[in-house]
């Protein structure tokens, strides 16, 4: 069965820094895909980004990037110019490739809080 | 656009009480997905259902059961409800073909209390 680990319950960073949340992962599939969502107060859950296992290149949008380790089963969010807007529960997710198993498994979770 | 519509947005029940969740997916998805995120907690899959059949089960407990519809709306029905049944419960939809990888896309929820 495939796992996300988040280690980082709560991380800080300072307005219009850059911040970095961590995930890891285990499966035995070679094909997924990885995502991060973000939970503001309100809870509804916005996708932020997403990456394809059999895309070697990190996906990017706008401030937001990952660092996809496939080897090491490492997918961490890079949020940069941190801004009081991102202020959120963020969730690391795994979806499988196979067909009808479509969920998504979510990570524990890391909450970030941005300094003013 | 069109978003993922869940009624009611809110509900308050006692123990022992019955509840429907309601779910309407995105126009021509055809696939719908129920999660169920605990307090302080990561969103835990429940059930899914492609063209009105279960494709998948997760950790759903045998009191809630759920069916999607012809017109693929789908409804999830909680029995006998505990205090631990108390959650925000997700629903999210996707398209099963084309290009769009079975993205699923999030309703507001809905936040069941149970007393």
């Known amino acids: 069965a495939q796992t996300v680990t988040q280690s980082q319950p709560e991380m800080s960073v300072q307005e219009a820094e850059t911040v970095t949340l961590s995930c890891t992962y285990d499966?035995?599939?070679?094909?997924?895909?990885l995502f991060w969502y973000k939970q503001p107060p309100s809870r509804q859950m916005i996708l932020v980004i997403r990456?394809?296992?059999?895309?070697?290149q990190n996906a990017t949008e706008n401030r937001f990037s990952v660092n996809f380790q496939k080897a090491a089963k490492s997918f961490s969010l890079k949020i940069s110019d941190s801004q009081l807007g991102d202020a959120a529960m963020y969730f690391c997710?795994?979806?499988?490739?196979?067909?009808?198993?479509?969920?998504?498994?979510f990570g524990t979770g890391t909450r970030l809080k941005v300094l003013a | 656009a069109a978003g993922v519509i869940q009624s009611p947005r809110h509900l308050i029940k006692e123990k022992r009480e019955t509840a429907t969740l309601k779910c309407y997916p995105i126009?021509?998805?055809?696939?719908v997905y129920w999660y169920q995120q605990g307090p302080g907690q990561d969103p835990q899959f429940l059930i899914s259902?492609?063209?009105?059949?279960?494709?998948d089960k997760g950790s759903i407990p045998d009191r809630f059961s759920a069916q999607q519809f012809s017109d693929y709306h789908s409804e999830l029905n909680m029995s006998s409800l505990e205090l631990g049944d108390s959650a925000l419960y997700f629903c999210?939809?996707?398209?099963?073909?084309?290009?769009?990888?079975?993205?699923?896309?999030f309703g507001p929820g809905t936040r069941l209390t149970v007393l």
């Open positions: 999210a939809s996707s398209l099963s073909s084309g290009d769009n990888d079975n993205e699923q896309f």
């Open positions: 499966t035995s599939e070679s094909d997924y895909y």
């Open positions: 990456q394809e296992a059999y895309k070697q």
């Open positions: 997710a795994y979806r499988s490739s196979t067909s009808g198993t479509y969920k998504y498994i």
């Open positions: 126009p021509r998805h055809d696939t």
């Open positions: 259902f492609y063209e009105k059949m279960q494709s």
